[in-house]
């Protein structure tokens, strides 16, 4: 499958199949503080076996060769084998991502993980497969040993007609299982499946879409003979502006200067903690809205290719702009669409 297109299905947890929900979470707890304690393990000790930069080096040497899979199993003996060795390769990336900015530049501090980390479930070890009832089913270890495999019965129905579309492949064996990983958002129970997909039957597309941020809405789309669109989300602005006064406010009335009691102070903490997760939650909903909107309308339109421009930041400064950029890029990557960005073509900014 050279020409294949890597995409993940995400679909929550309904319930266990067999056993209580009670020792799910337990094993689930249990695998998640393994998760973040190996994972900082790892990232430590690959900086300690790194070079570090010394007066007089001219530029950073090759990073050595490491091998910690051996110890890691060791130290972690609850973490099944296979998610020890992906957790490895995952850690390995991400660490030499930020590689030049923490030894070389000292702009950066090493990265932390913090608990729940995802467990990461290595493609050989989970099944998906359907119940008597054509619900999907997900079979995967939590842990070492064959009494630590659990089998879940995920969410199906209209609301998530899409992600079944996709986990049916995986069943069918036309779509190639790679990494799957657990993990908690809110109260959810997610179960993410990554996997090569073959490409998209493409109908015929002919038109070009240009979609620009500006300093008075969130974008101005145009496509070839159309009038432009325009996106405004007052509501989205309003959301993000409120916050940042909320924590510059509550910053204000938690100095050191007024000596508030240590259990004032916790409680300041607790609620600022909530706001910020259900803040977060509410941006992660608006990310995943106006990029369905969006290839929602490219694929209504017939596009075929979108360029894309986000220079100007000034209607949302505090906005995830790289987030909403890769999501909308892996959605039109799903319909075959072809995403650049606007500095590939010199009119783009015209």
């Known amino acids: 499958m050279s020409d294949s297109i890597v995409r993940c299905t995400t679909l929550s947890v309904a319930s266990p199949v067999e056993g209580s929900w009670e020792a799910l979470w337990r094993d689930l707890h249990a695998c998640w503080a393994q998760t973040t304690a190996a994972s900082n393990w790892l990232m430590t000790e690959l900086a300690k076996a790194d070079h570090q930069r010394l007066p007089g080096d001219a530029k950073l040497p090759p990073m050595p060769a490491t091998y910690f899979y051996p110890k890691l199993t060791q130290l972690f003996p609850d973490l099944d084998t296979r998610t020890c060795a992906s957790l490895e390769r995952a850690v390995k990336r991400k660490y030499k991502a930020v590689l030049y900015q923490v030894l070389w530049q000292h702009a950066a501090s090493l990265p932390t993980y913090r608990y729940p980390t995802p467990y990461p479930v290595h493609n050989q070890a989970w099944r998906p497969s359907w119940d008597q009832g054509n619900r999907p ?100 602005r309003r959301l993000c502006i409120s916050h940042r006064a909320y924590l510059q406010r509550i910053a204000e009335d938690s100095k050191y200067e007024l000596r508030l009691p240590p259990g004032k102070l916790r409680h300041i903490r607790e609620k600022r903690q909530e706001r910020c997760q259900k803040h977060q939650r509410r941006i992660h909903t608006s990310l995943h809205q106006l990029t369905a909107q969006l290839v929602g309308l490219a694929e209504r339109q017939k596009v075929a290719r979108v360029i894309y421009t986000d220079h100007d930041k000034s209607w949302l400064p505090l906005f995830p702009w790289s987030e909403l950029r890769r999501l909308l890029a892996y959605k039109l990557q799903g319909l075959g669409i072809t995403f650049g960005g606007g500095d590939e073509d010199p009119n783009a900014h015209n």
């Open 137 to 236: 089913l997900v079979s995967l270890p939590l842990g070492r040993g064959a009494e630590k495999r659990w089998q879940l019965r995920l969410k199906g129905g209209p609301n998530f007609a899409r992600q079944v579309a996709l986990f049916r492949q995986f069943v069918e064996g036309a779509a190639l299982k790679s990494e799957a990983k657990i993990y908690r958002r809110g109260n959810a129970l997610l179960v993410g499946l990554v996997g090569r997909f073959p490409p998209p039957l493409l109908s015929e597309r002919t038109r070009l879409m240009r979609v620009l941020t500006s300093s008075t809405c969130l974008w101005v789309v145009e496509i070839e003979g159309q009038e432009p669109r325009y996106w405004n989300h007052d509501d989205l």
